[in-house]
């Protein structure tokens, strides 16, 4: 229990005069008594006043007898009956004691000689069963002297729990400014980062084609391919957290993307670790981006591999939410948009691991934070299965306990079953064409690797650094195809396409971003003519992808 000492009785004006009031009563009854060796004191007025302050109310004398209370009091501790509280001291009566509580805040207030404020412990709370604050104030006579003190103790049970939501609500609110914070900030990041790689893959790539007479010189371009690749990965994470990348939202059947993801995880972890699978959900199609749950779920399965060095159990279950329970409590819950609860696919990845050390499990989320040795870890793992449930519209939460594990609930809406087969790939067109392509992009890189792949495809190429460049070239130049950038200064890719298919309703365009969510592209790809590549992208990848614009658009010419 906690205490302070003020000068100034710190609750509700109305109390205050109440008290007030009560003591000049007592006071007037000592003056009286020392005037008139008799106390003349109107009893029903008395019991009025301290029957009308909230609360148990008592006055002891400075040997703790108690001299008036209220009816809570005689009620909790005088069964009913006044005489059972009145002239007994009130420890003996309240706790069976034979002297004063040490914290006890009417003593406290007799030594003070000062308002006393005392809140409950847990432990007083969990004997009382309810939260309490006490407040004693000293009664003194016209000397100044200390004759005795009222002690009010308010349920403050309720306020307690509106207090206890209020900071969690708080926390909540500033955990999710912190990660749209960090998400902004890793967008940046990737953006500018796969701009770079855009320029390390295209030039690799090219290499690799003209040294194809060179074994050796080839393969020290497919290391840099794959180097870039894998930062090109660690691009797509931050992306993912930052919910800002190109996201290619589609009605899946959510078992599938689990199978996936776990063939691929059977395949790299210990032979002492057993993956089971327990898919129990009547519906599981979900709308969203499937590779994006894909790499969840094995982020998962990567987190529990590293959390049982010596081998266990990963399980991944599903089902449907109303089979679901969560007898712990968790020790991490971040959501996104909280989705209706009895329309949802809930997913468990459960480990019998090392668990979460507990100083650091309100961090798990954050992005390049990690637990792991130097050059073991990205801390971007979690960040992006973060991300992606937020994508989904879903919710996270974490359980774990030392040395028993830990488990990752996830809960996605579901959407309608669709019946439609997937549309099946065409037959991969050869690396060259012929025509005019305008490509438009501010970054200097994207624009000479871009130009070199086009070229050695046999396209001619102009460029642009901006929109208002590009529609000054599209005035002067026949183009055929422009591959187009969205974020740029001076003007941006969507007005830039809008002026564009105002001068020539029909021109095919390939938009390409590393950055922008397919919330910002929706519009253009819903348009003829209209294709996306995401940066950084391989010179085949290209090539394909302008022989898809074109095709779609000369055929319907």
């Known amino acids: 229990m906690t205490e302070h000492h003020d000068n100034h009785f710190p609750v509700q004006e109305e109390l205050i005069s109440e008290l007030n009031a009560l003591r000049s009563r007592v006071d007037g009854s000592v ?3 020392q005037t008139h060796d008799e106390v003349n004191v109107n009893e029903a007025a008395l019991n009025a006043i301290i029957n009308a302050l909230p609360g148990l109310v008592s006055v002891v004398d400075t040997t703790f007898h108690v001299l008036v209370a209220n009816d809570e009091v005689v009620a909790r501790f005088g069964q009913g009956s006044l005489s059972e509280v009145l002239g007994k001291k009130c420890y003996r009566t309240r706790k069976g004691l034979d002297e004063p509580c040490p914290q006890c805040g009417v003593l406290k207030s007799f030594q003070s000689g000062e308002t006393v404020v005392r809140t409950s412990t847990p432990d007083e709370e969990a004997l009382m069963g309810i939260a309490t604050k006490a407040y004693a104030v000293p009664l003194k006579d016209k000397n100044g002297e200390i004759w005795g003190g009222v002690e009010v103790i308010v349920d403050v049970t309720d306020l307690r729990n509106a207090e206890r939501l209020a900071r969690q609500k708080d926390e909540e609110l500033h955990h999710a400014r912190k990660m749209d914070a960090l998400g902004q900030l890793a967008g940046g990041v990737a953006h500018d980062f796969n701009n770079m790689l855009a320029g390390m893959m295209g030039y690799a790539d090219i290499l690799h084609y003209r040294l194809a007479d060179n074994p050796e010189l080839q393969r020290y371009a497919d290391k840099i391919l794959q180097t870039a690749t894998r930062a090109s990965d660690l691009s797509r994470k931050l992306l993912s957290f930052s919910r800002k990348g190109n996201v290619v939202s589609e009605t899946f059947n959510a078992h599938e993307a689990i199978h996936a993801a776990l063939d691929l995880l ?4 210990d032979r002492r670790i057993e993956i089971k699978r327990e898919f129990m959900a009547s519906h599981a199609w979900v709308h969203g981006d499937r590779s994006e ?12 591999r590293d959390a049982m060095p010596d081998g266990g159990t990963i399980t991944v279950r ?10 712990k409590t968790p020790i991490v819950r971040s959501s996104g948009k909280q989705c209706e609860l009895e329309n949802c696919l809930c997913i468990e990845v459960i480990d019998t691991g090392i668990g979460i050390p507990e100083d650091v ?11 792991k040795a130097v050059g073991e870890g990205t801390g971007l793992g979690l960040a992006a299965v973060y991300g992606t449930v937020v994508e989904f519209n879903g919710t996270i939460t974490v359980f774990s306990e030392k040395n028993l594990g830990t488990t990752f609930h996830i809960r996605l ?3 309608e079953k669709i019946s439609a087969a997937k549309s099946q790939r065409g037959t991969p067109v050869p690396p060259v064409g012929q025509g005019t392509i305008l490509v438009v992009d501010d970054e200097k890189v994207v624009l000479e690797v871009a130009q070199s792949m086009l070229t050695s495809l046999g396209y001619c190429v102009v460029t642009a650094m901006n929109g208002q460049e590009a529609l000054d070239v599209f005035r002067q130049h026949p183009v055929d195809c422009v591959v187009l950038d969205l974020v740029m200064p001076v ?6 396409f809008a002026a564009l298919r105002e001068m020539e309703a029909n021109i095919p365009v390939l938009i390409s971003s590393g950055f922008t969510r397919d919330a910002d592209v929706g519009r253009l790809l819903q348009k003829a003519g209209v294709e996306f590549i995401s940066k950084p992208f391989r010179q085949a990848e290209l090539a394909q992808k302008i022989n898809t614009v074109l095709g779609v658009v000369v055929t319907g010419r």
Do not use: K
Not at 293 to 304: D, F, K, P
């Open 266 to 269: 059977t395949s790299s972890i």
């Open 31 to 33: 003056q009286t008594l």
């Open 491 to 496: 003007m941006n890719g969507e007005d830039t």
């Open 293 to 304: 749950l894909e790499n969840a779920v094995l982020n998962l399965g990567i987190n529990a």
């Open 361 to 371: 499990q309100h961090r798990i989320f954050e992005p390049f934070f990690t637990t």
């Open 318 to 327: 599903t089902c449907d939410e109303s089979e679901i329970s969560e007898p």
């Open 413 to 415: 809406p579901v959407a």
